[in-house]
Nanobody
Framework: QVQLVESGGGLVQAGGSLRLSCAASGRTVSSITMGWFRQGPGKDREFVAAISRIGSTTRQPDSMKGRFTISRDNAKNTMYLQMNGLKPEDTAVYYC????????????????WGRGTQVTVSS
């Protein structure tokens, strides 16, 4: 089992930045692939980014590249999402997720989920 706890969300003005953290416990995180998803009001859960087990490769939708950066520190059992240039449409609950095997942008393939952290971007 893997337990995931997100932190770092909050209220920020458009153009601002936030850094989300996901602390993992229960297993050595270097053995699992991790990712971020988000779900805005009235929207489906959306893939934000994923990172390989040792952090050597990442995957993001083109719409997220350049503003969002995923990283991980396996020594601290923690994954991060640096978000810059935030827009009101980035308002959502951001979820940390982990899975066995290679990374994926398909939410149902992830085995473990955190409870989420709210990010609200005001205009």
């Amino acid at each position: 089992q893997v337990q995931l706890v997100e932190s770092g969300g909050g209220l920020v003005q458009a153009g601002g930045s936030l850094r989300l953290s996901c602390a993992a416990s229960g297993r050595t995180v270097s053995s699992i692939t991790m990712g971020w998803f988000r779900q805005g009001p009235g929207k489906d859960r959306e893939f934000v980014a994923a990172i390989s087990r040792i952090g050597s490769t990442t995957r993001q939708p083109d719409s997220m590249k350049g503003r969002f950066t995923i990283s991980r520190d396996n020594a601290k059992n923690t994954m991060y999402l640096q978000m810059n240039g935030l827009k009101p449409e980035d308002t959502a609950v951001y979820y940390c997720a982990a899975k066995e095997g290679g990374y994926s942008d398909y939410a149902p393939s992830y085995d473990y989920w955190g409870r989420g952290t709210q990010v609200t971007v005001s205009s």
